[in-house]
């Protein structure tokens, strides 16, 4: 019998696969988000103390969902994740957000957006892994 936990993670990912293949089709990103009235802190940092840090060369903000702005919600997500050969960031994984399910599609989007340094080791380019990434939604007040 699987666990509540297992579940929940199982039923996360699906909504979010759902609401990317819908949000993609149905609306543009101009309907969905309102970029007024926020204020982004400075880029997130990734994060990882076992390694150096890596530079990030095609950065995006990510958007504000209109629902959390009218109702002046704000939250954070925390991500982890890979970085391929290519520099693209890959096996997203969410660790953690509050509150749940509120930005975590506009912060899993926005970092696959992202593109950073390649690792080369003698002139081959390298996977890099276990990267963590916090992004935080404020509203400027």
């Known amino acids: 019998m699987p ?12 909504v979010l696969s759902l609401f990317f293949l819908l949000s993609g089709c ?3 990103p101009d309907q969905m988000y309102d970029y007024s009235k926020v204020t982004y802190n ?4 990734v ?14 903000e990510p958007p504000y ?6 109702n002046g919600i704000e939250g954070f997500v925390k991500l982890e994740f890979d970085i391929d050969e290519k520099g693209k960031a890959i096996n997203i994984e969410i660790i953690d957000s509050k ?13 696959m957006e992202w593109d950073f ?6 002139g081959v380019p390298q996977k890099q892994g276990h990267k963590n990434i916090e992004f935080k939604f404020e509203i400027d007040k």
């Open 26 to 28: 149905q609306i543009t």
């Open 99 to 111: 509150p749940s399910y509120m930005f975590e599609a506009v912060s899993l989007r926005t970092l």
């Open 117 to 122: 340094s390649r690792l080369v080791v003698d």
């Open 47 to 60: 994060i990882n103390e076992e390694a150096p840090a890596i530079s990030v060369y095609k950065m995006v």
């Open 3 to 14: 666990s509540v936990m297992f579940i929940g993670v199982i039923l996360r990912k699906i």
């Open 65 to 70: 969902p209109t629902g959390a702005l009218k």
């Open 42 to 45: 400075d880029a997130p940092q």
